[in-house]
Structure formats: C-alpha cells, structure tokens
C-alpha cells in the first residue's frame, strides 16, 4: 500500500530565509508525486508535480522539489520564504492505477516570522 | 470560471440529519473525487468516479452515497448525520490515467451539531 510520511507537523521560518519541507513516500513502483498548498479557509491548490525525468522539478510560487529514489523522498525546497508562504503543505503519492488515488501526508504547517 | 466549485461551503445541521453537498467541474475532465479532511487537517479519498462510474470506495459508512449524474457532476448525499461527520468534505477533478493532478474545490465545512 502505498503512503507518505512529513515528519514535520510545524515549522517556523523568517521571512527571507530558505526552506525546506520534507516527505518521504512509499510505493512499490515509479511514484507519481505531487505538492499542494492549502491556505486557510482554502481549498488544496498544486504547487508541483513529479512524473519520471529531471529529478529536479520546478513549481509555482517559486517553490521546487527534488526526487530521490535512494531515499524514497520528495523534499520541498524555496530559496527565499515570504509571508505570504504561511500554510498547510500537503506531499501526495498517486497510483497509477486503479482510480488515480492520491495518498496524502499528515501535512505541514509552515509559519513565516517577520 | 471556477474550475471546480461545490455548494454549500458552509453546512451546519442536527444529528440524524439528511444532506447533499454538491461538485461541479468545468474543466472537461472525466474522473473526479471526494475526499474528507478531519480536524487534524488529514486527507483521505472517500470515492471516485470516472465516466459516472464508481471506481474507488475507500472504506465510507454506506450512509454515504455519491451520485454522478454526468462527468462533470459530482454529488455527495449523507443520511443520518453523525457528530463525527463534522469535517471539510473536497471534491476533486483529473483527467483519468496515471499520474494526472487533481484540481480541487474550495472545500464544504460539514458541522453536525
């Protein structure tokens, strides 16, 4: 069955200051992998998405992600976090069959200091 | 020009309670979702459905019934209503096929009182 782990549930930033969200995942094939945001009161809004190739993908918002297969990890990366980056960040595994089935972490919740 | 959009986004109701909550999709896509969020913000898919088709039935309480009437409709209709159905219920859209992202909706905030 396939799953995904964030093992931060909080996480606290200055604005300015890089970032990086972990998830790891588990699946018994290629995964598809993919990253939403969802700001309060909001509804779930993608960020990226990771399919097969370049392992290094880029994303809205200035936000990028890497895969790695060794690790069975797509960590969410920005250079430079702004306030407006506060929010709940959701890594999700898709099946690649069966229904198109997302499976979602547990989430993060990102909080910008300014 | 919502893409996917659900009614009502607020739905306060009594337990024992019947209710629907609908989806609507503009985005030509033939495979859409529900998912219910908890109070701990946690996902899960509930059902699918492709081509009006059920497809997934994770394991939902049979007082729970989708209905698709078309593909790009996407209803949810709860019978008697339970305090821990209190949640934010999404409906979502995709192309079917791996690995296609879903485009959810703004969310519906079920509260059972």
């Known amino acids: 069955a396939q799953s995904v782990t964030q093992p931060d549930i909080h996480i606290t930033v200055s604005e300015g200051a890089s970032l990086e969200l972990r998830c790891n995942y588990s699946?018994?094939?290629?995964?598809?992998l993919f990253w939403y945001v969802q700001s309060p009161g909001q509804g779930l809004q993608l960020l990226l998405k990771y399919f097969s190739g370049d392992t290094l993908v880029q994303g809205i918002k200035g936000f990028e992600a890497e895969f790695k297969r060794s690790q069975s990890s797509f960590n969410l990366r920005k250079p430079s976090v702004h306030w407006s980056d506060a929010a709940e960040y959701f890594c999700?595994?898709?099946?690649?069959?069966?229904?198109?089935?997302?499976?979602f972490g547990t989430g993060t919740q990102l909080k910008v200091e300014l | 020009d919502t893409a996917v959009s659900q009614t009502p986004k607020y739905l306060v109701t009594q337990m024992g309670n019947d209710k629907s909550i609908k989806c609507e999709q503009n985005?030509?896509?033939?495979?859409m979702y529900w998912y219910k969020q908890d109070s701990k913000k946690f996902l899960k898919i509930m059902f699918s459905y492709n081509n009006k088709e059920l497809i997934i039935n994770e394991t939902v309480p049979n007082r729970f019934s989708p209905k698709s009437p078309d593909k790009a409709h996407l209803n949810l209709h709860i019978n008697s209503l339970e305090l821990g159905d209190s949640a934010v219920y999404f409906c979502?859209?995709?192309?079917?096929?791996?690995?296609?992202?879903?485009?959810f909706g703004p969310g519906t905030r079920l509260t059972v009182t």
């Open positions: 985005l030509g896509h033939d495979t």
């Open positions: 699946y018994g094939a290629t995964p598809y």
């Open positions: 999700a595994v898709g099946s690649t069959g069966g229904g198109n089935k997302l499976t």
């Open positions: 979502a859209s995709s192309q079917s096929g791996g690995g296609y992202e879903q485009y």
